[in-house]
């Protein structure tokens, strides 16, 4: 689960993390009554006004509607001008970036709408650097990764100029040691007071993400004040969502709006779906069997649309469910259905797998390998049901159909 910049700037400032001060605002008139509290606070006549989307790249991103403007402005009007200015800007800002789409090089062309707005004190800064701490599956720890190219893409920094990306290995039995987080401050080049916050900057951090069941903390720019101060800039949370139960907090700040719609369904029903960019639907029991399903259709040529796993355990309504997921993906060409049943039950996958086209329809082939558990029963209900489906013998033989049929 990912949340929005300002509420894991809400998590981090809790656990006595230095993030700057800030007002989020859903409306027009909620962001100019934030700006006189937000300056007086502050004594900082600058404001920054931050589109929140679940999407990284705000700052060079651009609004379809309004392509000279960005996810992020700095409003420098108060400077001279007062508050009064400022608030005038910044109601300006408001009613263009609000309901607005915003597209980012993470977001892809279609874009995402901003429904709430940041606004955050200006603050002096000296350096911008990148930090992250990130759940290494690879190795069962989590890492920290920093470089002294913040407010750039890590993925741009690895491209480009891997030498200059640090990395820590977190022992999960002691946490981030003292001499391992003055490692990375030193890399970064921090000296004086910089080093010393830096330091501990890096150790609260390390210990939020763990205690937050956190697989990914991303503080990105990290900026270094004139005065030696360590700030978070800005930040991006994702969370472990089979840990969630364990952060009613956390799953408070779920933002339904900015998942993908079949995700969401998805997870109401208790299914794991994630979609892809290919044209071949799959419906699988089990992640294995899922995984090899779709390295197999790759292998035969064609492109897997998602990942959808409906479990041992599943109902007929739940298959259902899977299958409308499925063919609501407009890019879906046609569906592979695959289930080796050992606690699920092969006749059950059909049964769920015929009412859900006799509701919805079918206008893609569909090609169905059932082994395992009933299957003989299942086949029936499916060659019984009129339905102008194709069996597959084998995976890879599903999987060569499938292919050949949305050639």
């Not at 960005?70 to 108060?78: D, F």
């Not at 400022?86 to 980012?104: C, I, N, P, Q």
């Not at 210990?207 to 903390?217: F, H, P, Q, R």
């Not at 997921?325 to 606690?343: L, S």
């Amino acid at each position: 689960m990912k949340i929005h910049e300002y509420q894991a700037k809400e998590l981090l400032r809790a656990r006595g993390i230095p993030v700057p001060l800030g007002h989020v605002a859903t409306t027009v008139d909620e962001a100019v009554a934030a700006v006189r509290p937000l300056v007086e606070e502050s004594g900082n006549p600058v404001v920054v006004v931050k589109s929140q989307i679940h999407a990284g790249g705000r700052g060079k991103g651009r609004f379809v509607e309004h392509p000279d403007l960005g996810g992020v402005t700095v409003v420098t009007e108060g400077i001279e001008g007062g508050i009064e200015a400022t608030e005038a800007r910044v109601r300006e800002l408001a009613e263009a970036k609000l309901g607005s789409t915003l597209v980012t090089v993470q977001t892809g062309a279609d874009g995402k709408q901003v429904n709430r707005l940041y606004l955050e004190q200006g603050i002096d800064i000296d350096r911008e650097l990148y930090l992250s701490v990130v759940l290494d599956r690879s190795r069962s720890r989590n890492t920290v990764m920093a470089s002294t190219e913040g407010g750039t893409e890590i993925e741009e920094v690895a491209a480009h100029t891997p030498e200059k990306i640090v990395r820590q290995s977190i022992d999960p039995a002691f946490g981030l040691l003292p001499f391992e987080a003055t490692r990375v401050a030193d890399a970064l080049g921090l000296t004086g007071d910089a080093h010393r916050n830096g330091v501990t900057f890096l150790r609260t951090l390390a210990s939020a993400t763990v205690d937050l069941d956190a697989d990914l903390v991303e503080v990105n720019p990290l900026v270094v004040t004139s005065v030696g101060k360590v700030m978070a800039l800005d930040a991006k949370m994702s969370f472990e969502g089979n840990a969630l139960y364990r952060h009613p907090d956390v799953e408070a700040m779920r933002d339904e709006s900015e998942e993908d719609p079949a995700e969401l369904l998805a997870s109401e029903h208790g299914l794991s779906f994630i979609k892809l960019d290919g044209s071949i639907g799959c419906m699988v029991n089990g992640a294995g069997l899922a995984m090899a399903t779709m390295d197999i259709i790759k292998y035969v040529g064609g492109e897997p649309a998602n990942f959808l796993d409906v479990g041992g355990g599943a109902d007929k309504d739940q298959v259902a469910a899977a299958f409308k997921i499925i063919t609501r993906d407009a890019n879906v060409k046609g569906i592979f259905v695959n289930i080796f049943g050992g606690i699920m039950r092969c006749d059950t996958i059909a049964t769920g797998v015929v009412e859900a086209v006799k509701e919805v329809g079918l206008e893609v082939p569909l090609v169905v390998r059932l082994e395992g558990t009933n299957v003989e029963l299942g086949k029936r209900i499916i060659d019984e049901s009129g339905l102008n489906v194709v069996s597959a013998s084998d995976m890879k033989d599903g999987a060569e159909k499938i292919v050949e049929l949305t050639a």
